[in-house]
């Protein structure tokens, strides 16, 4: 009886350990590890239809540069950059939808950067902007940052905590796309 009993306990952590690493962080954030793991983040991106992109498969999206990644490879702090497109090139089109995984000469994840459509009135969402509201809300502790003013009748909302800063650019004056970068101090 003892031995069904222990047998069971461990059954039922190993289930739990495995629902926590599979949907409750499907990035693999740990300690050491804030924004996550990139064959975790890769795994869970190809299994949301999302796949690495390269010069032929979008060059559009490839293009697009955050101020504060260029600051990042600038400062040295960020080498390797791995940039996720919508496999389905339909869906890509649709959306415009693109994520950077950005390394360090480790390989290290040092920040996450995505142009995405999100509709804050009804809440629609993407894959890219799930995984970037995932991200703000697990960092900034908040779900939508109190967004302020910004050039050109765009806003922006920003964060610092702890290791992690993050900053999110609504640019609804010129279309309905967003910008985020979450990027480790």
Not at 22 to 33: I, K, Q, S, W
Not at 44 to 58: H, I, N, P
Not at 112 to 121: G, I, P, Q, R, Y
Not at 157 to 179: H, I, Q, S
């Amino acid at each position: 009886m003892k031995k069904t009993i222990i047998l069971a306990i461990l059954v039922m952590a190993g289930g739990g350990y495995y629902l926590y690493t599979e949907f409750a962080n499907p990035y693999g954030v740990e300690p050491g590890h804030p924004l996550g793991k990139m064959e975790k983040m890769d795994q869970t991106l190809q299994k949301l239809g999302l796949q690495e992109l390269s010069a032929k498969d979008y060059a559009a999206q490839l293009a697009y540069l955050p101020q504060e990644e260029q600051e990042l490879r600038d400062k040295g702090v960020v080498s390797v950059v791995h940039t996720y497109g919508y496999a389905d090139e339909v869906e890509r089109r649709k959306t415009g939808d693109v994520l950077k995984i950005m390394l360090d000469k480790s390989g290290k994840v040092r920040a996450v950067a995505a142009k995405f459509m999100f509709n804050s009135e009804n809440m629609r969402q993407t894959y890219v902007s799930a995984m970037m509201l995932r991200m703000w809300t697990t960092h900034s502790g908040s779900d939508m940052p109190a967004f302020i003013g910004y050039a050109g009748g765009d806003r922006i909302g920003t964060f610092a905590t702890g290791e992690v800063e993050g900053k999110w650019y609504k640019l609804g004056a010129r279309d309905r796309t967003d910008e985020m970068i979450v990027w480790v101090k």
